[in-house]
């Protein structure tokens, strides 16, 4: 595997994802985010879908990335004429190629490749470069799905998409698809793996070694159903595995949160790459054998992604990695003094993870000793959130616990609906949270208070 070149589609399939509509501001904004870290192309989406998705395209096109900019389309001349009008690089024309599609829109083979070469052959007449797309292929008949690639290829495609469109490959069955297909084929392949069995990576990075030279990614790994090969762990294990570059990997977190932001899907702390807990270690084994060498317990070092390990302290925390912490903060304990703090930590299986000031805190008890440390100080705040009447509050209830920095959500009764409690470590933060909180659906107002002092059962203040 040489050259390996990135489409996003984040605009086009990333759309597609059900709740995900991007305003055409949004859509710009994420072009040129994707074109600063390094993709090729940019497909922008389906110009005949809509007003905006025609204006956006339009748009993204008049931006003169350095990426490709592509639009979607069916094999009908109307749709290459909005995508000629958007005034972009190359056209993506997708026919389906199973024989159930074909009879689903009334076609037979012969019509099929007559429509796609008349497409095609338009496209290029207009000075449209054009990818086509055998849409379905991984569940076509494999002769059809050549011959109609030929003819395209003849009529002026010098780009063919074969995608997974429902997710069935696995990475052995769709690497030999690719290499049978690169050898018949006089074009630069594309795939474009779905993710409903979770293969996606796996499929999109088989069929580089099959002979691909593009694959198909969005962020977050958005789109139909279960979505497409998520862009951040493929860049990644390109690098990682095949020691092979392609875009700005320390980059991708931020461009992972915008995108959580812009579509209102939260990504699950597990999510590769940029999930909450990914370069996160737990038990007292992991830990211990980290601080000595982190390379024990990680694929790669988080800083490859722009990310910072972190050691969580709860009961599966051995004395190694509370010490280490301890000693992180200016905090050093006699062997008794830890031991002790350690047996503290582990009789309260309830909390779920230590933050610095509680070590502190313990610290302060075991030694008796007032500790002057200076930590940087937490922002925390209630914020009471009202829902449009129609909807179901504990949906919106759901998605809030997603967001980094909200820690706990209440259902209330009342003038509001939802009561929540963030815990940050800034003013930025907490403003990105709260507009986070009002870009979901069903969310009318909200009203938050900043938190001066706290009072825990004991009455200590604990600031
Ligand atoms: C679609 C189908 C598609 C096309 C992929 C491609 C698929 O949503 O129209 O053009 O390469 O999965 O087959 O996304
Ligand atoms: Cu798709």
């Not at 593009?214 to 998520?230: D, F, K, M, S, Y």
């Not at 722009?306 to 280490?324: C, D, F, H, L, P």
Request: aromatic share 6%; hydrophobic share 45%; glycine share 6%.
């Amino acid at each position: 595997m040489k050259k390996v070149l990135i489409l996003d589609t984040t605009l086009r399939e990333g759309e597609q994802t059900p709740g995900v509509s991007f305003s055409i501001e949004d859509k710009l904004q994420i072009a040129r985010k994707l074109d600063e870290i390094g993709i090729n192309m940019i497909e922008a989406g389906h110009p005949v879908v809509s007003k905006d998705v025609f204006e956006a395209v339009k748009r993204i096109a008049a931006e003169r990335l350095s990426a490709e900019i592509l639009a979607h389309s069916r094999a009908l001349i109307s749709d290459v004429d909005a995508a000629i009008k958007c005034d972009v690089d190359r056209v993506a024309i997708f026919l389906g190629v199973t024989k159930e599609k074909l009879r689903s829109m009334n076609i037979d083979e012969n019509k099929a490749i007559e429509m796609a070469v008349n497409s095609i052959q338009y496209a290029r007449d207009h000075g449209l470069k054009v990818r086509f797309t055998a849409e379905d292929a991984t569940r076509a008949d494999y002769n059809f799905v050549v011959r109609i690639c030929k003819a395209a290829i003849e009529a002026g495609a010098d780009r063919i998409s074969i995608p997974d469109t429902v997710g069935c490959m696995t990475p052995f069955k769709i690497k030999e698809l690719f290499s049978r297909l690169s050898s018949e084929l006089n074009a630069e392949l594309d795939a474009h793996c779905h993710n409903d069995l979770g293969m996606a990576v796996a499929n999109a990075l088989a069929a580089l070694e099959g002979g691909a030279t593009a694959v198909h990614t969005t962020v977050n790994g958005l789109g139909e159903r279960a979505g497409i090969t998520p862009l951040e762990p493929f860049a990644v294990a390109l690098k990682v595995i095949y020691n092979i570059d392609t875009v700005k990997l320390d980059k991708l977190p931020e461009l992972s949160t915008m995108i959580e932001k812009l579509s209102g899907i939260p990504i699950s702390p597990l999510q590769p790459i940029v999930g909450d807990n990914v370069f996160s270690h737990k038990g007292g084994v992991h830990s211990a054998a980290v601080i000595f060498d982190p390379r024990t317990y990680e694929a790669f070092p988080p800083e490859l992604v722009g990310r910072q390990r972190e050691i969580v302290i709860s009961k599966y925390t051995g004395k190694v990695a509370v010490n280490e912490k301890l000693k992180r903060l200016g905090i050093s304990l006699t062997e008794e003094e830890l031991s002790k703090l350690l047996q503290m930590i582990k009789d309260r299986p309830d909390i779920r993870s230590y933050r610095d000031v509680d070590l502190i805190e313990l610290a302060e008890k075991v030694t008796g000793r007032k500790l002057e440390i200076q930590i940087p100080k937490k922002i925390e705040a209630i914020v009471l959130i009202k829902c449009e009447s129609n909807i179901y509050t504990s949906a919106v209830a759901r998605r809030l616990l997603w967001i980094k920095g909200i820690v706990k959500v209440f259902e209330i009764s009342g003038d509001f609906d939802i009561e929540i409690y963030i815990n940050v470590d800034s003013i930025t933060q907490l403003n990105e949270i709260l507009e986070s909180i009002r870009a979901i659906k069903g969310v009318v107002s909200t009203n938050t208070k900043l938190i001066l002092k706290k009072f825990d059962n004991l009455n200590q203040s604990t600031f």
